[in-house]
């Protein structure tokens, strides 16, 4: 589904990725750890279109397209989506809103016919349970005023109702609280389909305690050092990162 | 070097006196007007010296020569007509004068009195006198006193004590047709007796290719526990001078509520002026300017808590792009004695190109020491993080951007209460920036 390819990535001068390559199937669930500063969240931004960052060499190829050709909103269109590490305030778009034209801007794109008002509803509120949100979410301003802890569940909810094929997950557990990391990974799981890739870029192997990884990767220095499988992550929190980084040095 | 001061003829100013005398020479309030020209003529038109004027300059106006304008008669159907509809009691003024035909003011719920100025002072001439001459003592600038000098219509509303009014008075300006570059000096008069509620609509549009200088005096005055709700909507044609005052005097427990929306012209420039007098009374301003081209759209407000327990808050926008100019002042003075003074000021502005430019400028000046006062000022472009979060979730850039822009206005809009105003001025954001696409 996603192959990357020797991937280097500038922001301004500084050089943040460094020849990154990896493969995501479909139906898989990949997780990419690493220090801070190793270049997690620049990956998922490049993939999903973030300006500013200057990709000097490498190829991303998703679904057999160039994904790195496509405008960010051309990517949604496609299937991807991010769960952004920190979610946007946009007051005066409120969240049903937003919802509604994302939906159907891809149902557009697929040639399917937007949806109708009673048959978004009924679906929003499917999802909204699953991720245990209040009716009022609706009607507010796209994460106006949310906790810390709602705005990572109305990435997962807006995931829900986008359905995407390849989901990116940028540190979708910082900040969360025990019951809201549980929430939030039922979402997530809820979501796995042999269809669909997902990439969780986090921190703490806790998470991986709630959503298991298929695969596990040590990003360092703007490549991956080491992949495995979840035991991977076990290992990484016993011995931390530089045992790592001396064996690739 | 020191020189006896010179005394230079400006030719704008004699052009204003020769155009007074032919026009007022046999006018019952001659004397009166000829004091108020006589003040204007000593201070001439504001200068960018004045700091009130700093970001606005009158070169312009004062080298056009404008004339006073005349009724012309007009018959607009009802597609033509570019006022609200339906937004409640209709009195309009065709380039200044006022046009019944166009009119739906007779039929007057009880309590409730509008009559013209020009009616007004053939009536009771001596009233008319004594307020307008209070009114010129109390003016700030020199504008204030050509119109004083020069006004010829304009309306006064009476609301007695108690009366609560539901439908609106909506006071349109209309300019269209004039030969020569014209200018008018109208007046709006409004007392609102004490616990009475009424809104008023007060609407600047042009018909046709028009040059103009509209300046404007209001003086409104709210009794005790008054709510007045006031819409002032000016759209102006874009070769359009607009000068607009309104004094506010507010007493006891008085709320008075302003939504100034700044469209129009070549340049305009409103002041807003409230006076909370007595303890509990209340403002409440909502504002957008939105320059685009080469305009130049000025506001500034000045709130006075004179008395303790007053309070205010302001919500002022700005969006502009191409290479228009917006500038917001807004000066919130409290009083020595207006203790617990609470007095809430925003202003946020958003530029839509590298060559739009908006200035805002928040003054405090505090006297008393037990207070709550606040005030920011923004000035930025669309948020990228909020542009690249609608895109990554499909809608295309220039939806996104619509959307943004709409939603920076969206808090001003909202605290619109008319019905047929908000969708009015919606309609208007729409065309200017374009449509927000709402699914089915």
Known sequence: MLSISNLHVRAGDRQILNGLSLEVGAGEVHAIMGPNGSGKSTLVQVLAGREGYEVTQGTVTYRGQDLLALAPEERAREGVFMAFQYPVEIPGVNNVYLLKAGLNAIRKHRGEPEVDAFEFLALVREKMKLMQMDESFLNRGVNEGFSGGEKKRNEILQMAVLEPALALLDETDSGLDIDALRIVANGVNSLRRPDRAIVMVTHYQRLLDYIEPDRVHVLSGGQILKSGDKSLALELEKRGYDWIKQAAA | ?440
Not at chain 2, 129 to 150: T, W
Not at chain 2, 363 to 390: M, P, R, W
């Open chain 2, 1 to 440: 070097m020191s020189a006896a001061p010179a005394i230079t003829a400006n030719p704008a100013l004699e052009r204003l006196n020769g155009l007074f005398e032919a026009r007022f020479a046999s006018d019952p309030l001659l004397e009166a007007r000829r004091a108020a020209l006589a003040e204007f003529l000593k201070q001439g038109f504001p200068t960018q010296r004045n700091e009130e004027w700093k970001y606005t300059s009158l070169r312009r106006l004062e080298s056009r020569a404008f004339v006073p304008s005349e009724r012309v008669p007009i018959a607009l159907e009802a597609g033509r007509q570019p006022w609200v509809h339906g937004a409640g009691l209709r009195i309009v003024l065709v380039n200044g004068h006022w046009a019944p035909a166009l009119s739906s003011m007779e039929a007057q719920p009880p309590g409730l009195t509008i009559v013209t100025l020009a009616e007004w002072i053939r009536h009771d001439p001596a009233a008319a006198l004594d307020y307008l001459s209070r009114a010129a003592e109390g003016a700030v600038s020199s504008l204030e006193q050509l119109n004083a000098a020069f006004f010829e219509d304009g309306l006064v509303v009476r609301l007695a004590p108690n009366t609560h009014v539901d439908e609106a008075v909506h006071i349109v300006h209309v300019w269209t047709g004039t030969q020569q570059a014209s200018m008018s000096h109208p007046r709006l008069i409004v007392r609102a007796g004490h616990h009475s509620r009424c809104t008023l609509i007060e609407q600047y549009v042009f018909v046709g290719d028009v040059e103009s200088f509209t300046n404007t005096v209001a003086t409104i005055e709210l009794e005790a526990g008054a709510h007045v709700r006031h819409y002032r909507l000016q759209q102006e044609s874009p070769r359009s001078f607009h000068i607009g005052h309104a004094n506010v005097r507010v007493r006891e427990h008085a709320h008075y509520f302003a939504h100034d929306f700044s469209l129009g012209g070549a340049l305009s420039r409103f002041k807003l002026a409230i006076y909370l007098q007595e303890s509990g009374a209340h403002a409440e301003l909502h504002g957008l300017l939105t320059p685009t081209g080469t305009q130049h759209l000025d506001t500034h407000t000045r709130i006075e808590h004179i008395a303790p327990h007053t309070t205010s808050t302001e919500d002022y926008r700005g969006i502009a792009d191409d290479r228009g100019r917006g500038v917001f002042n807004g000066k919130v003075l409290v009083h020595a004695g207006a203790q617990k003074t609470d007095a809430r000021q925003s202003s946020r502005n958003l530029l839509l190109s590298a060559k739009a430019e908006i200035d805002a400028k928040p003054e405090l000046e505090i006297y008393a020491n037990d207070v709550k006062c606040s005030h920011g000022a923004t000035t930025g472009q669309l948020d990228a993080d909020a542009l690249f979060y609608l895109r990554s979730r499909g809608i295309p850039e220039t939806q996104a951007r619509v959307l943004l822009i709409h939603a920076f206005a969206q808090s001003v809009l909202t605290a619109v209460e008319s019905v047929p105003v908000r969708e009015y001025l919606e309609a208007l954001l729409t065309t200017r920036f374009g449509p927000v696409q709402v699914s089915s």
